[in-house]
């Protein structure tokens, strides 16, 4: 414990330099100063990371020791972005932005330590699996509902509540990600065994994968109705790898790909906005004033960055439309270089091995499934924006973790880590818990694994 323990303090205490070091730097490219704040903005952050760290200390003390520390150093490089994007007319100033950056990424790891303390044991939650079903799909469906749903740059995906405008897909994603997981943990030898024939196919029987199917389609019917195509293709991928991993049968991934060039070409022939995407991810100059232009100017601004980028806080991203969300990995670019850009996409790998390697070591299958599918939405997301903002993709409007401006994203983000810490808790995954009504202690990696 105590190894793993120490490894992430004296990783954290690096973030913490980390963050600092470029926080200053980016003041003195900006404005040829020292910010007069840097001291109460380093006791901020240190009291923000060892706070989360002496949380896991407490309550998951064999917990991996990379993953927070990697999440703290993207999140506090994106703070520090944000903050140095000059003003905008008629939009909020970096600092403005930043500052409420601060308080999210407050509330995401108060929320990171309520996880740690509700979940004690991640299987647990394997007996709610039709309750996260109802909530996942509710979630989605609320922004559809006339008077709290906004549209906002073309996808009905927010919701407002008086002051508060929140994504509720992102919190769907954790919740049917625990659904998935719980229903193929229990009947996957089922779906793996049974057959049913149609024509020259042998599927599983819809009988047992139904219920799994139905909350796969509703998902995808309403990210593509509200026209949000990145959260469609994370919940594609989702239900694809994860019944993979759940029954052992490659053929899913066959078939996943399979279904998903037919859904493309569907979506291609039958919805404007999705021809459109990839029209101007094609050939973004056919109108480069207009919706050519976020590509264009990310390009621009990419180019300029170079192989050591032009400086922390001396970038001319403004002109980026969302530069502090769907496009920070074209200012980090810009800024940072080629270099920095690669050290952040080496980072998410980093969280990616890490999650799987917790996954792989995981006894208990609904806690092997439940890491598969975190690990997922997240290197996931994160290759679907950074692959959008370089060209490689059409462009989805998804954020890239921990790094891009938004509440929503940030605050679920650091859920989904301390889900993916608790699982890897070993010491604590291990501890049989006592059956409600019996009273008996079940063995371990009973159950339905």
Do not use: C
Not at 199 to 219: F, S
Not at 269 to 287: E, G, K, M, T, Y
Not at 411 to 430: C, E, H
């Amino acid at each position: 414990m105590t190894n793993r323990r120490n490894t992430e303090l004296g990783l954290m205490l690096l973030a913490v330099i980390i963050t600092a070091g470029a926080y200053v730097l980016a003041s003195l490219g900006a404005e040829a100063r020292i910010p007069a704040n840097v001291v109460p903005f380093l006791v901020i952050v240190l009291g923000l990371l060892l706070g989360a760290h002496v949380a896991l200390r407490r309550l998951a003390p064999d917990a991996d020791p990379i993953l927070l520390p990697v999440a703290a150093v993207l999140n506090g490089l994106g703070y520090v972005l944000i903050a140095g994007l000059p003003p905008m007319p008629n939009m909020p100033s970096g600092e403005e932005l930043a500052r409420q950056q601060a308080l999210w990424t407050a509330i995401g790891v108060g929320a990171f330590i309520a996880t740690l303390v509700v979940v004690k044991r991640p299987r647990d939650l394997e007996r709610y699996r039709y309750t996260f079903a109802l909530v996942g799909i509710g979630l989605l469906l609320l922004p559809l509902i006339p008077g709290i749903g906004r549209e906002i740059n073309g996808s009905r995906i927010w919701v407002g509540l008086g002051p508060v405008n929140f994504q509720p897909g992102e919190v769907a994603k954790v919740v049917l990600a625990l659904f998935f997981a719980a229903y193929l943990a229990d009947q996957r030898e089922l779906i793996a065994t049974s057959v049913w024939k149609l024509g020259p196919l042998r599927l599983p029987d819809p009988k047992y994968l139904g219920p799994v199917v139905i909350a796969w389609l509703v998902t995808l019917v309403v990210m593509v109705y509200q026209k949000d195509l990145g959260s469609s293709l994370m919940f594609f991928a989702l239900f694809v790898v994860m019944l993979w991993v759940a029954t052992d049968r490659p053929s899913f991934l066959v078939l996943g790909g399979g279904l998903f060039a037919a859904g493309a070409w569907f979506a291609w022939s039958a919805f404007s906005h999705v021809r459109q995407r990839v029209d101007i991810w094609l050939d973004p100059w056919q109108d480069p004033s207009d919706s050519g232009y976020q590509i264009i100017q990310g390009l621009f601004a990419m180019g300029f960055g170079g192989l050591a980028g032009t400086g922390l806080g001396l970038g001319s991203s403004v002109r980026i439309p969302a530069s502090e969300s769907d496009y920070i990995f074209a200012v980090v670019v810009e800024q940072l270089g080629l270099l920095g850009g690669t050290v952040v996409i080496v980072a998410f790998l980093l969280m990616v091995g890490a999650g799987l390697r917790i996954a792989s070591l995981a006894e208990h299958a609904f806690d092997k499934l439940l890491a598969t599918g975190l690990t997922l939405l997240l290197g996931v997301q994160a290759f679907l924006i950074i692959g959008g903002v370089t060209r490689l993709l059409p462009l989805t409007g998804v954020t890239l973790p921990f790094m891009s401006y938004g509440g929503s994203s940030l605050v679920v983000n650091y859920v989904l880590l301390a889900l993916l810490l608790r699982i890897s808790d070993r010491r604590r995954a291990t501890v049989p818990s006592v059956d409600a009504d019996t009273g008996a202690m079940p063995a371990v990696g009973g159950g339905h694994g």
